[in-house]
């Protein structure tokens, strides 16, 4: 199993990025697990931004980015996506995707499958 986030960049406040975590692998559907954003910023432990489940692609979100990130999916490419819109400085970070069949797990940060991380900076 592999995960590929990609769609970071430098943006100014108040901008928008979509950020990408195709997944590959032979028996690999991203509808048969929950996935997650995750992020991490210098200095700073690893925080959990959102998922979208497995079955019903239930959505959720850490209260940070509550209203301005939205997590969805393409079954037929096997994708999540994070739209970000109303970005903040604050939202700068290293993001990844993540895997598992519990959310609690991926939640937690334990997540079993991990994509590489793709820099987001907000520019003030």
């Known amino acids: 199993v592999q995960l590929q986030a990609s769609g970071g960049g430098l943006v100014q406040t108040g901008g928008s990025l979509r950020l990408s975590c195709a997944a590959s692998?032979?028996?690999?559907?991203?509808?048969?697990?929950?996935v997650g954003w995750l992020r991490q910023a210098p200095g700073k432990e690893r925080e959990f931004v959102g998922t979208?489940?497995?079955?019903?692609?239930?959505?959720y979100y850490s209260d940070s980015v509550k209203g301005r990130f939205t997590i969805s999916r393409d079954n037929t490419k096997n994708t999540v996506y994070l739209q970000m819109n109303s970005l903040k400085p604050e939202d700068t970070a290293v993001y990844y995707c993540?895997?598992?069949?519990?959310?609690?797990?991926?939640?937690?940060?334990?997540?079993?499958?991990w994509g590489q991380g793709t820099q987001v900076t907000v520019s003030s």
């Open positions: 993540a895997a598992d069949r519990d959310f609690y797990k991926v939640a937690g940060r334990r997540a079993d499958y």
């Open positions: 692998g032979r028996t690999f559907s991203i509808s048969s697990y929950t």
């Open positions: 979208i489940s497995g079955n019903r692609g239930s959505t």
